[in-house]
């Protein structure tokens, strides 16, 4: 595997000439072609692009399997909904304390390396998954101990997403669009084939077919040719990194303020809408009509997903809050209890919102900060945006049970709406504009 990093000094990749000898200063001559990409060709569809967007869309499909698997399997060793409860958050917690560090090892050794390396770690972990329900009932503190491993290692993969489409792809925006476009897909389709893999075959199965699509990711990953980018961390201890990392992240008021922004959405909305979403929905259109539902959500983030390919707008973040109000729909539909055609076309419109956003923060993200510290900075925003989420989801129970859930979810809707709004007013998110492609 070719050395992924090189001396501090090259320039930023997809950004413009006049952009970089801007962020130069004076004296300093525009950028020189980035070594390993050529000077013309496709903006998304090169070598490198096919062989990442089949690393993400093959182990995103196997990860979409993954929750409906492992809870089923939990229930059936007799575990019940707390060791469901307590297994899905052996992986989310160590996501959520150490994706930190993630950034930090990343930016110091290569994303691709530790991309690869968290690849590998799951193929043995969900190969030993498998053979233990594959050969008999296996210990509830066995599956804890996996989960925790494979939390820890998505800690490690995810902040080298950001760093790595904007070295195979000189148009960012539509290749994450691109590749958000297939997740969404993946998301949509996993959960379905992993139920019928249980009720005809077994558990097991499920867990191999997760291993199998990360060995095919890490395979996928290796193959790349990455022109090489700045040294981030190379040097002092993890904490003087981590310290370098939180002042990139905090010198930029867009970023910080789209994730305190978030953070009270994670709390106020995404935590709440599911958990009693689906007890609303189940007792009003029962569960194949929740399955419905939920399925016009994901058609809603493919949708959103082909539309940021084609549109391109000036100021990113303020086109993406404007559409990510859509978002609302969601809980708005479930408060008001809407019969299930209306309830499926509002959560197409808030599925197409919540993606067409999330390309938009993803693309702005990974054009308007440097290279060598991008992978810190992504890990700061993940953190932020993942914490609070299971804060709002512990929540939504208690609350619900003081003032009710359909008065849990009209404040949602509230709360969506007065955060988009927030998006909207504050200048430096409004005001951020889009990086040009490179050529």
Sequence with gaps: MADDLQPVGQPYPGVSPEREAERAGPGRVGPEPEPGRPAAGPAVWTRDFRLFFAARSVSTLGTAMVPVAMSLGVLQAGYGASG???????SLAPMALLVLFGGVLADRFGPRRMMVGAD?????????TAVLFLTGTPALWQLLV??????????????GLASLVPRIASDVQRAVATQRTSESLMLLLGPSIAGLLVAFADVGLVFLVDAAGFGVSALCLSL???APVARGAGG???WTNLHEGWREFSSRPWMWGVIVVWAVMGIAVFGPVLPLGVELVSASHRATG?????????AGTIAGGILAMRVKPSRPLAAGAAVMFLFALQPLSITLDLPLAPMMAAHL????GYAFWGVMWMTSVQTQ?????LNRVHAYEVAGSVMAVPVGQALAGPVALVFGAREVLAVSSVVAVVCCTAMLAIPAIRGLRRVPSAP
Aim: avoid cysteine; glycine fraction near 12%.
């Design 84 to 90: 469901v409860g307590f297994t899905l958050a052996a």
């Design 120 to 128: 590998t770690v799951r193929v043995l972990s969900q190969t030993l």
């Design 146 to 159: 996996i989960s925790a491993v494979n939390g820890t290692a998505a800690a490690m993969f995810q902040p």
């Design 224 to 226: 790349l040719r990455l």
């Design 236 to 238: 002092g201890s993890i």
């Design 290 to 298: 929740y399955g419905f539902v939920t399925s016009a959500f994901g």
């Design 349 to 352: 419109f808030a599925g197409t």
């Design 369 to 373: 900060v440097p290279p060598e510290v």
